[in-house]
């Protein structure tokens, strides 16, 4: 590897390295620890993580307020489906384009931009006054959040050397993991206190704190290689495919599986995809240089992340309907319970982490996903009486097996990937995340409803409960998909209404313990997939520092 640092600068020759730049002699991949402020590889950690504290508060934080948004605003149910999918849709679509813009003009200020951007949309929905201007600005969120995000990565795989760099991703996973912990509890507080303007103005000092931060620490490090042009069909192409895709996870629920809507928009993902993969094999300076994933770890890595999500994401989304329909508990009270998930991912990161730089990232990934199967098969096991010892000791588990795949997988892909893609390593990281997390919740949302649809009559007939009047079976078998059960009819005896309650119940149960059933075998493929990840070399070639 070359030791000079070299590119045009307006014609400015660059100075010499110093001794702890990279490109120094006998230094390799990003630089070590600075005297001065800006670049400190610990003060940029500090710095991105306040940036990335806001899209991951918002991840959870939302949903506590809905409720009160659909309220206030007099919104349909579909208008506050819109308020998650619009942000989601947004984040999904523009993740890699935004990562790819970092590499482009350098992740400083693709962070500085996402920060302003991201705290500007937030204060705009507490003042929108209208589910349209909440839904407009909740866009600009997911696009201004895609920009955060993979720049977060592109800094610290920038800012520190390899032998620190997963220690580093360990502490911005506590991060992550303190913030979704943080969102039900201080957005029902927010709530119940204050308004639900309150749960988005909350991300504008935060943002602001972030950016004062980013323009004194944030150092903006540029590979020698960086990209200098854009590919644009690369972009529509992915952009498309990644559309299609979400939006028909996002509606099969509704249309249907067979659908020809949803057909028609997986169909039409497919083939995006297949053409996007013949122009980036000819594009000059492709959107995703394919040769990336020659790289098995990286390839590995990816797919980890998604089957990791699929699980994760697919089988927790039960977990609060189980808590707040079956247990009867407040928002804030199921956040708390959810505590010792969140806590473990908190201690857990970056001690995996720190393991993790010891030994690889191959041994402890496998057991991660072990664990996490053996935490999914344990909460396939709850039942309508299970109290606060039994799950929390699943969730805890759930939480140790969690911890080291998002530190080791996030950094298998980043740390594997050239320095001057070090932005799309971020935004594939990421995108993964969402697709897998949106394939968890799409296919174990089917596998719910079906076992939900079967179970409900067998228990209903077997409690030799009176027949439903016609067209009440259908509505009674969508509440017991979310464990809801209805009130019983003015009249009924109170021995009755207590059966048709626990029917439910035990239906819901069935499917949410069949649902994680299914998450825990996909954690133990998982585990095969990570027997092939293995630790990046974080050696690119120099960077220039601007």
């Not at 590897?1 to 600068?9: D, G």
């Not at 800094?155 to 913030?179: D, E, M, Y």
């Not at 122009?279 to 492709?286: F, G, L, M, R, V």
Request: proline share 7%; hydrophobic share 55%.
């Amino acid at each position: 590897m070359s030791s000079q640092t070299s590119t045009a600068t307006g014609g400015r020759t660059p100075e010499p390295p110093g001794p702890s730049e990279p490109g120094a002699p006998g230094i390799s991949g990003a630089p070590g620890p600075r005297a001065g402020v800006r670049g400190h590889p610990w003060l940029t950690l500090v710095t991105v993580a306040i940036g990335i504290t806001m899209v991951a508060l918002d991840g959870t934080i939302v949903a506590i307020a809905n409720p009160a948004i659909q309220k206030d605003l007099g919104a349909s149910l579909a208008d506050v489906q819109w308020i998650t999918n619009g942000y989601l849709l947004a984040l999904a679509v523009a993740l890699i384009t935004a990562g790819k813009l970092g590499d482009r003009f350098g992740h400083r200020q693709t962070f500085l931009v996402g920060v302003v951007g991201f705290a500007a949309a937030s204060g705009a929905i507490g003042l929108g006054g209208s589910v349209s201007l909440v839904v407009a600005f909740r866009v600009l969120q997911g696009l201004f959040g895609a920009l955060l995000m993979p720049a977060a990565l592109g800094l610290l795989r920038a800012s520190f050397p390899a032998q620190k760099l997963n220690a580093a991703i360990g502490v911005w996973g506590a991060v992550i993991g303190a913030s979704t912990a943080a969102g039900p509890i201080v957005g029902g507080l927010l709530v119940e206190k204050v308004n639900w303007e309150s749960v988005f103005f909350i991300n504008v000092p935060v943002g602001l704190l972030a950016l004062l931060l980013g323009l004194v620490i944030l150092r903006d490090h540029r590979a020698e290689k960086a990209p200098r042009s854009f590919d644009i069909p690369g972009i529509v192409l992915l952009s498309g495919a990644m559309f299609c895709l979400i939006w028909a996870l996002i509606k099969a629920p509704t249309w249907g599986w067979s659908d020809p809507s949803t057909l028609g928009f997986l169909g039409g993902s497919l083939v995006a995809f297949l053409v996007f993969g013949f122009w980036e094999s000819k594009a000059k300076e492709p959107l995703v240089p394919l040769s990336m994933f020659r790289s098995i770890p990286l390839t590995a890595g990816t797919v980890l992340m998604v089957l990791m999500a699929f699980g994760f994401m697919g089988g927790i989304f039960f977990v609060t309907f189980y808590l707040q329909n079956v247990h009867g508990m407040t928002p804030v009270e199921s956040g708390i319970r959810l505590l010792p998930l969140t806590a473990m991912m908190i201690v857990a990161s970056p001690v995996a982490g720190g393991l993790i730089s010891k030994v690889g990232p191959r041994i402890p990934l496998v057991v991660a996903m072990l664990i996490a199967g053996v935490a999914m098969f344990g909460l396939s096991t709850l039942d309508a009486d299970a109290g606060a010892a039994v799950t929390s000791l699943w969730f805890a588990l759930l939480g140790l097996g969690l911890a080291p795949v998002m530190v080791g997988a996030t950094d298998v892909i980043v740390g594997n990937a050239p320095l001057e893609h070090s932005g799309v390593a971020g935004g594939l990281q990421q995108a993964a995340m969402q697709v897998g997390g949106s394939l968890g919740t799409a296919v174990l949302g089917v596998v719910m409803a079906t076992r939900v649809d079967s179970a409900l009559p067998e228990k209903w007939a077997d409690a030799k409960l009176p027949p439903l009047p016609p067209g009440q079976e259908d509505k009674l078998k969508s509440a017991a998909e979310v464990g809801v059960a209805p009130p019983a009819p003015a009249g009924t005896p109170a021995q009755i209404a207590e059966a048709m309650r626990h029917v439910v119940h035990e239906s819901f149960i069935s499917g949410m313990g069949l649902a994680f059933t299914c998450a825990g075998v996909v954690a133990v493929f998982a585990a095969g997939v990570a027997f092939f990840t293995k630790r990046g070399k974080n050696d690119a070639g120099p960077a220039v520092h601007v």
